[in-house]
Structure formats: structure tokens, C-alpha cells
């Protein structure tokens, strides 16, 4: 009998990415036998999920529980069904052909891993990757760059396409539901290479995601960036997140970075409310403080 595999994913009033992703979905080679959607939403999609020839599982969830939180339900709702493998998916994301599941399932077995990813490229520009890949050095979003070096084994893009044995979340846990967005799938690889969980990306097969381009600040070149994200919601989330991981696992490089390049870069745009923001974010994650709902920080 061929792997079975159940798809967890999540979604926030995206009606339209919904409807394309659960169409890519039931067009996989791969063998998927349920699809369990969390559906956090102001207008739910129970219809499209319905109406899709996917087999989904559809769940409504009247509390936004973020991307960890979502993630976190889905997979469980995955786990319950028995499948042998839980592949995950954002509901702006979808594999780029049928056979991408096949192939992420053939490459796991070749190489001996629990966990596989496909590279993420941007819509509408399939040369080009949404997240870089640092190579010898230097940055890079370039596909055919990335993709002529065969397997990366540890490392990845979490958790956009990530095909993950299911008995690995008995293993490293789920999502943390505390950390909501932007930073879960940080925590969550660190503890994969904590437990010693092998994984690594399959650079012949991809998914469509939108592109944090514009995120990435550079402030020495190719050697020190940092990244700042699009609203004040997302900055929030990403700064406590980053310096909550920072202290907690004593990422003393991720500091000694951080330390220097977001006063370079907030000084350099002349950014002084920027900079008190990120410090007072930074600072809270890292001392375990402004946790909880995101309507206690006013969002």
C-alpha cells in the first residue's frame, strides 16, 4: 500500500487562494486521503471546501488562533485520520504540479528523512524563490542556483509544503500556540534538530507562495540583514517572536546580529519610533512577557 498522507491546512478569509489550493490538491499523483482545513475567518469558506473535489475535513474555528495555532488543530485533525504522513499548507500557497506530493514522498524514502520541502517560488515568477537560500556566502533567490544542488539536507522553509512524518509530532510537539504567527516555524525546526529528526529540501519539485522580498533590509552587504515585515501586526509578532527564541534556545549569533543590524538599519532610515518598537518587542519576547491574545496589544 502506498503512504498515506493527510493534509493540514489553515486559512483567514482568502476565498479565492482556498478555492486554487484545494484544486491543486485534488489534481496530486500522491496518495491523500483527507484534507483537514482550519478555517479562522470573518466570511467562512465551508462552501468552496464542500464544493471541492478534495477530500476535506472542513473546520470552523470562531477564535482566531493564528498560524500556530491553526497549524496546530490542523495537524492533530490530520493525525486523527491515521495517515502515515501530514503534508502542510498556508492557504496562500499550492504545490506547483501534480506530482509534487509523489515526488517529496520518493525523495523521503531515497534519503532517509522524516520531514521533506519543496522550494517556494513567488507567483507568477517561477525562476525566482520567495525565501532565500544563503550559498557559499551570499544570498540568493535564484532557482536554477538553488536547484542544481540536489538535496539540502537541514535545511528548509517551514512550514509551507513540509511533508512530516506523523509520528514526529509525538516527537517535537506541534506548533507553539503562544508564538501565533511569525516565528512557530523557527521553533518548530530548532526542535527538530534538537530531537535529531533528519529533514532537509527537495530542489526538483516547488510550491507558490507570495515573496518577503520586501522584508529583507540589508545592512552589510550580503553578510548582515535583517528583516522587517509589512505592518505594525506583523512586526510585533516577528520582533517578541525572534527575541523569545533568541533567549530561549541562546542563539548567540541571532543576537550578536540582531544587536547590530536593526540600530544600524533603523538609525540609517532615520526610523526612531521603529527602532523603540523593535526594542521593546525584542526585548518583552526575551524576558517572556507580552504574551497572549492579539487584542491585548491592541490588534
Given at each position: ?8 491546512a ?7 487562494d ?14 491523500i ?30 477564535t ?12 492533530l ?25 509523489e ?21 507568477g515568477h ?19 542556483e ?9 535545511v ?8 512530516i ?9 506541534l ?8 516565528g512557530?516555524?523557527?521553533d ?30 540589508q ?11 509589512e ?18 534556545y ?11 543590524g536593526?540600530?544600524v538599519?533603523?538609525a540609517r532610515?532615520?526610523d526612531l ?16 512577557r507580552?504574551?497572549?491574545?492579539p ?5
Amino acid at each position: 500500500m502506498p503512504d498515506s498522507v493527510a493534509v493540514a491546512a489553515v486559512t483567514f478569509d482568502r476565498p479565492g487562494d482556498v478555492a486554487v489550493l484545494l484544486d491543486s490538491l485534488a489534481a496530486q499523483t500522491g496518495n491523500i486521503t483527507s484534507v483537514s482545513l482550519v478555517d479562522s475567518g470573518n466570511t467562512p469558506v465551508q462552501d468552496i471546501a464542500e464544493s471541492s473535489a478534495a477530500p476535506v475535513t472542513y473546520i470552523r474555528s470562531n477564535t482566531n488562533l493564528g498560524g500556530a495555532g491553526g497549524f496546530s488543530l490542523a495537524i492533530l485533525s490530520a493525525m486523527a485520520s491515521g495517515a502515515d504522513w501530514i503534508w502542510i499548507m498556508d492557504d496562500d500557497a499550492h504545490p506547483e504540479d501534480p506530482k509534487c506530493l509523489e515526488t517529496l514522498l520518493a525523495a523521503a524514502r531515497e534519503h532517509e528523512v522524516d520531514v521533506v520541502l519543496p522550494l517556494v517560488v513567488a507567483p507568477g515568477h517561477p525562476d525566482t524563490l520567495s525565501f532565500h537560500f544563503r550559498l557559499n556566502g551570499k544570498l540568493t533567490h535564484n532557482r536554477a542556483e538553488v536547484e542544481k544542488l540536489g538535496f539540502l539536507p537541514d535545511v528548509g522553509h517551514f512550514f509551507n509544503g513540509a511533508l512530516i512524518r506523523a509520528d514526529v509530532f509525538f516527537r517535537v510537539g506541534l506548533p507553539d500556540l503562544r508564538l501565533f504567527i511569525r516565528g512557530d516555524e523557527t521553533d518548530f525546526m530548532i526542535r527538530l534538530r534538537r530531537a535529531g529528526v533528519r529533514f532537509g529540501t527537495v530542489t526538483s519539485v516547488a510550491l507558490t507562495h507570495p515573496a518577503a522580498w520586501a522584508e529583507v533590509q540589508q545592512v552589510a552587504g550580503d553578510r548582515l540583514h535583517v528583516l522587517v515585515p509589512e505592518n505594525a501586526f506583523k512586526q510585533f509578532y516577528f520582533y517578541r517572536n525572534r527575541g523569545h527564541l533568541t533567549w530561549k534556545y541562546k542563539r548567540l549569533r541571532s543576537f550578536a546580529a540582531d544587536a547590530v543590524g536593526y540600530p544600524v538599519h533603523f538609525a540609517r532610515t532615520r526610523d526612531l519610533r521603529g527602532f523603540a518598537s523593535w526594542l521593546r518587542a525584542y526585548a518583552s519576547g526575551m524576558r517572556g512577557r507580552r504574551f497572549g491574545p492579539p487584542s491585548d496589544f491592541g490588534f
